[in-house]
């Protein structure tokens, strides 16, 4: 088997681990920059996914590019995966199917009047990754000037509570792989200190056993997803009312801690084959 690892021109820890996995498993492995004009995707048997961490501002060229890939290859995910979760406007339909999501004001026009009056805030485009341009503050027209620009910008904007349970009981990362539960892991808080610098894709986290009430809602969010996904990690956080909820599925680039979950390459290569 002949496999394209697709990243990006920067660090990613789990494609070391990923690569040296399938090399011992005889997988002819890769890296293959998703923006790489050269690339020859025709060439693989499949192409996965990974670390394209540097779509955020380039998206609809990158949903472009998911679907020219698939019609050369497997694409993994599929690209109408890809599509719809690189925008998390995504999490409107979860919450119309009753899947609890963090109370979210959506801002799509340049009036973001009206915000809801909240202790402390946080404004996001829906579309990034590692807490891009992502702002918490307490100060309502502070917030209400972020959502703005980001709109300016041609995104839209989610502002919701700062949930401080983040930094408590902390979000919890749960990763399937093939459909099956490999691991869980409790992530760091981004905005612990307030609004951070644009950082590194990923924060720390310790591999942490999921509740058994995390562990139900994350399989009814997988059930809504009418594709067969090779990974997905569902983070979850927990309302004031301890009510578990959604922050954010990830199907398309998430960081899957691999170096931290023993076995956890191997299970993600086993489902990989599985899916061939
Ligand atoms: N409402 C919130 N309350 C507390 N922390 C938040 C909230 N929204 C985002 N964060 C923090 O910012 C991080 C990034 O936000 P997230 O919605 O996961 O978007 P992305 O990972 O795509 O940038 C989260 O992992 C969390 O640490
Ligand atoms: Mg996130």
Redesign the pocket.
Same mark, same amino acid.
């Given at each position: 088997m002949n496999i394209a690892y697709v990243t990006y021109d920067g660090p990613d820890d789990d494609r070391e681990v990923l690569l040296a996995t399938w090399k011992q498993a005889g997988i002819d492995g890769s890296a293959v920059r998703w923006d790489d004009p050269d690339a020859d995707w025709a060439a693989f048997d499949a192409a996965v996914v990974r670390s394209t961490w540097n779509y955020v501002d380039r998206r609809q060229e990158f949903v472009d590019w998911a679907y020219k890939v698939e019609s050369a290859t497997r694409l993994l995910n599929p690209a109408a995966v890809l599509e719809r979760n690189t925008d998390?406007t995504y999490l409107r339909d979860f919450q119309q199917l009753g899947i609890p999501i963090?109370p979210t004001h959506w801002v799509s026009t340049d009036d973001a009047a009206d915000l809801p009056a909240w202790e402390d805030y946080?404004v996001?485009p829906a579309v990034?990754?590692?807490?891009?341009d992502?702002i918490?503050t307490a100060d309502v027209a502070e917030a209400k000037a972020h959502a703005e620009r980001v709109v300016a910008g041609g995104k839209v904007a989610?502002v919701?509570?700062?949930? !401080?349970m #983040?930094e408590s009981e902390g979000?919890t990362s749960l990763l399937f792989f093939g459909g099956k539960l490999s691991h869980a892991v409790r992530?760091?808080?981004?905005?612990?200190n307030g609004t951070n610098a644009p950082r590194a894709n990923h924060?720390g986290a310790d591999l942490r056993d999921p509740a058994p009430d995390q562990l139900q809602l994350a399989e009814r969010v997988l059930g809504a997803i009418p594709e067969k996904l090779l990974y997905a990690r569902v !983070?979850l #956080?927990r309302l004031p009312d301890g009510t578990p909820a959604l922050?954010?599925l990830?199907l398309t680039e998430p960081y899957f801690y691999l170096a931290s979950a023993p076995g956890a390459s191997d299970r993600f290569t086993a489902a990989l084959r599985d899916l061939l």
């Open positions: 998390k963090v946080v996001k990034s990754a590692g807490a891009r992502t918490r989610m919701q509570p700062y949930l !401080d #983040v979000e992530r760091d808080a981004m905005l612990a924060v !983070d #956080v922050i954010e990830e």
